[in-house]
């Protein structure tokens, strides 16, 4: 089926279930009036309890909230949780590595580097990945649940610093009804978007139901690839140029307006079975396939919201999730198993014009990248230097969890379990140069410059348990602790080629003239790597690949009789948290918590460099949270400070490889505040953070266990400012809502506000030549921005009709910054906010 037809399809499904179901409706029930100010419900704690009972950092935002902000992907539900901020690796869906509470070095997401510290979760599975989140489509959701801090002891490794929780509403068998919603908008500067939602809830009998939900939404584009050329120096070239190839090359072919554009198609289903009363199964599967074209950063070089690019950017995000919970009882004690599988494929195709020019710029004392590198055809011709890069990451996921818990209403409480995941991904990136000589070319690849084709696993393996006790009616302490242990690997082949006739020093070998990396670092038959094995004159002949697709094995380990091994980092150890709760009159909480959380070590490629180790992040905090005004005020608040021993930074390194070390101690201060108040007619909410993250000891340039920077340069002193998270985050949220006859009229406005940041944690490095330069004053500051979101709309008993404004002032806010050479110091992209959009939403229940 055509991506036409495939959208046809499922706009025509949904769109005539809009209208459809307004005549089923004469028949269903009539839905039970709203509390003014329910309470919400949460399961942080692995327990179902009032948000407002629970002792630790919880923010919440419920089904009704979600749909009152239109919220259905992870940009836009981030944006209401202060303490989270993300770093958009190019601004597609899909690829943002999430921060919470200023837990950010940069430099993350990298396929070979370091793990998530952000735990993304969806219902009771884990389905953090490497290299960008999951960004599940919002639709149908009870609640998504915000968890600060150190989630160590429950949540695992990679919830180090928080745990964001997707928790979809369960199949009901208590009768039969659905929803559907449209929805058509249009942006500023941009094109024309919208979306198509629908969901069943379906009673098989009195102890069985199903939930279905399908979904399809276009967000329209508002980047513009504009014409233009670049130039490269032709002027040294050691060979004529190559047919067609003057120096200067042209992006006419690939001129567009509105380049950006996404769809996204997709659907949900599960299945709860009532075995008895007191034993239930819930199988479900949801799968998402989203389709993004162009750039989402632009280059403020070009112009606003504009790029000039020279080859077909898009990038294609599916994936797959089927999950098992099995609920029930032994004797009074609650039994959880909760199993699941996620299979996330991902292929892109990126234009590296970029990099090209920033080496042409980089050498031009040796004649530019065309006196330098060698790029030639086979003729033996100067060839237009340009790359693109073919990428794809193939993501397994299995996890298994069996807990237990006492019964919540008993004086001591216990919440104990083990806890199993294995994650794989099978990692491809192709950099290409058309038309490279193939001497010059990844063996067997031709016209490949560069080739990653690795497979990467982590396991984690835990014991955790939490127990509570009321030490009086009003008191209750709480100590946890989860025994973990990690086994990371990694195997396969990165680098550049090597041609067998050619020689270490006299001749180009391949196209970087390095003896160091790619092929030459292959492991032979008899377990030396061929650069050694050429100089000592013993055996060149190479190992085959461990991992498919690759020419050959060179990062790994060599073991008699059992050939190539990956390269593996492991550890174990023990976090913790420890919680004090007090009660001193009804509706007041009062808390202070301590918490340790850790994420796993890991492996660099090069052989050269050890792997690192894990690190860990210790909480204090101090909590309070209040229901007043007879229910209708509820404000929390929390101060902490936390201590980031040791955190993983990532970086380019020499020969621009993506190396990651520990780095040193940083101390991050904060508070955060949360409020919500429902006057019946007026709801007011909103939610604010400040957080103060610095380090306290000085990032060398060189790995330096002293942080001294006695051997090398100084590249952040201490004291320096984490990047990437804004000292100050705030958002809030006003809506009237007064009846008009049998429908309720209102009028809502969402005000969002951050501080600037630091784009880089670094204020020293050098590029590949030796220069001194400042990343984070080179790649700039995300400004500080306002954005204001206004709605006015109207319900009746079964169907309700909306007109919104979203970014109403055209805010040009930042979300992210990057270059395609980080180590060049050249062509920041600016990734936006969305530009000013208006639509309109139907939404009908039946």
Known sequence: MSSFAHRAVVVALLSSAVFAMPAVAQTAPAPAPADDNPDIIVTATKRSESLQNVPISVQALTTKKLDELNIS???????????????????????????????????????????????????????????????????????????????????????????????????????????????????SKGGFGGKAEGMINLPLSDSAALRVIGYYQRDAGYIDNVAGTRSFDVSAAAAPLAPGYTGTVSNAAFVKKDYNDTEIAGGRAALKVDLDSNWTVTPSVMYQDTRSHGSYGYDPKVGDLKVQHFFPEFRRDRFIQAGLTIEGKVGNWDLTYAGAYLDRKTYQSSDYTDYSEAYDSLYSSAGGIAGY????????????????????????????ELRIASPSTDRFRLVAGAFYQRQSNDIHQDYQVAGLDTTLSVNGSPGTLWLTQQHRIDKDYAMFGEASFDITPTLTASAGGRAYIYDNSL???????????????????????????????????????????????????????????????????????????????SGQGLTYRFNLSWKPVAGVLLYGTASRGFRPGGINRRADVPPYGADFLTNYELGAKTTLLGGKLRLNGAIYQQNWDKFQFAFLGANSFTQIQNGPNARI??????????????????????????????????????????????????????????????????????????????????????????????????????????????????????????????????????????????????????????????????????????GVRLHTDF
């Open 669 to 838: 201060r904060g508070v955060e505040v949360q409020g919500n108040l429902n006057l019946r007619a007026l709801t007011l909410s909103g939610s604010a953070s400040y957080t103060d993250a610095k380090t306290t000891q000085n990032l060398c340039l060189a790995d330096d266990p002293t942080f001294t920077c006695a051997t090398s340069a100084v590249s952040a002193p201490v004291g320096t400012r984490l990047p990437i998270t804004p000292q100050f985050k705030a958002s809030g949220t006003a809506r009237y809502t007064v009846p008009i006859g049998t429908a309720k009229a209102y009028g809502q406005g969402v005000v969002s506000y951050q501080s600037s940041a630091s784009s880089d944690v670094r204020t020293l490095a050098f590029t590949p030549t030796g220069v001194a330069y400042n990343p984070a004053a080179t790649l700039g500051r995300l400004a500080a921005f306002t954005t204001a979101d206004f709605a006015i709309g109207a319900e009746f008993s079964r169907f309700s009709l909306e007109v919104f404004l979203q970014n109403a002032f055209d805010a040009r806010g930042q979300l992210s910054r990057f270059q395609q050479c980080g180590s060049c110091g050249q062509r920041p992209y600016i990734v936006p906010v969305t530009p000013q959009t208006i």
């Open 491 to 569: 195997i396969g082949f990165f680098g550049f080629g090597r041609d067998p006739a050619g020689g270490f020093s006299t001749t180009p070998y391949n196209a970087a003239g390095s003896s160091r990396t790619g092929v030459a670092g292959c492991f032979t038959t008899n377990g030396t790597r061929l650069r050694d094995a050429v100089a000592a004159g013993g055996s060149t002949t190479l190992l085959p690949p461990a991992v498919a697709g690759g020419p050959c094995t060179n990062l790994g380990t060599y073991a008699a009789g059992a050939g190539v091994q990956p390269v593996t980092a």
């Open 373 to 400: 590198f060698y790029f030639k055809d086979n003729a033996g011709r100067t060839i237009d230097p340009r790359q693109r890069v073919i990428g794809s990451d193939h993501f397994k996921k299995l996890s298994q």
């Open 73 to 187: 992907s992870f940009k836009q539900y981030a944006q209401q949780l202060t303490s989270v901020s993300f770093q958009a690796l190019g601004g597609t869906p899909g690829t943002n590595v999430i921060y919470m509470r200023g837990i950010a070095s940069g430099g993350d997401g990298n396929h070979s580097g370091t793990l998530p510290s952000v735990g993304v979760y969806l219902d009771e599975q884990p389905v953090t990945t490497i290299g960008g989140n999951l960004d599940v489509h919002i639709y149908d959701v009870a609640r998504i649940e915000s968890l600060s801090g150190p989630q160590g002891t429950l949540y695992g490794a990679s919830s180090e610093a928080g745990t964001i929780r997707i928790i979809s509403n369960k199949p009901d068998t208590s009768h039969f009804y659905g929803r559907a919603d449209v929805e058509g908008n249009h942006v």
